[in-house]
């Protein structure tokens, strides 16, 4: 069974950063390509950065381009998303997902495959 552990999360003052960790077990981390994604309270899940296989290609939302940034361990089977300049409307419970024969970037949650039970970032103004 695929486990993805997603943590770092928790309340930062607005302008804040925090990092976030995606573990992954059981899977050939260096296969996969990875997403973040976030809900806020009331609001569909939304898609925010994804890194292809081996880092080469990434993704942003335009929310969060410029101050967010992913990137991925293969060695340790950790995927990261640092997180800069917060602001109160990047709260939300942050997921992390993966996909399998990830050689693209995906944007979609449909492209994914795994997913893991999210860590909450709170930011406050």
């Known amino acids: 069974q695929v486990q993805l552990v997603e943590s770092g999360g928790g309340l930062v003052q607005n302008g804040g950063s925090l990092r976030l960790s995606c573990a992954g077990s059981?899977?050939?981390?260096?296969?996969?390509?990875m997403g973040w994604f976030r809900q806020a309270p009331g609001k569909e899940r939304e898609f925010v950065a994804a890194?292809?296989?081996?880092?080469?290609?990434?993704n942003y939302s335009d929310p969060v381009k410029g101050r967010f940034s992913i990137s991925k361990d293969n060695a340790k089977n950790t995927m990261y998303l640092q997180m800069n300049s917060l602001k109160p409307e990047d709260t939300a419970v942050y997921y992390c997902?993966?996909?399998?024969?990830?050689?693209?970037?995906?944007?979609?949650?449909?492209?994914?495959?795994?997913w893991g039970q999210g860590t909450r970032v709170t930011v406050s103004s």
């Open positions: 890194i292809n296989w081996n880092g080469g290609r990434t």
């Open positions: 059981r899977l050939p981390f260096s296969n996969f390509a």
């Open positions: 997902a993966a996909k399998t024969y990830g050689l693209t970037a995906p944007t979609s949650r449909n492209d994914y495959d795994f």
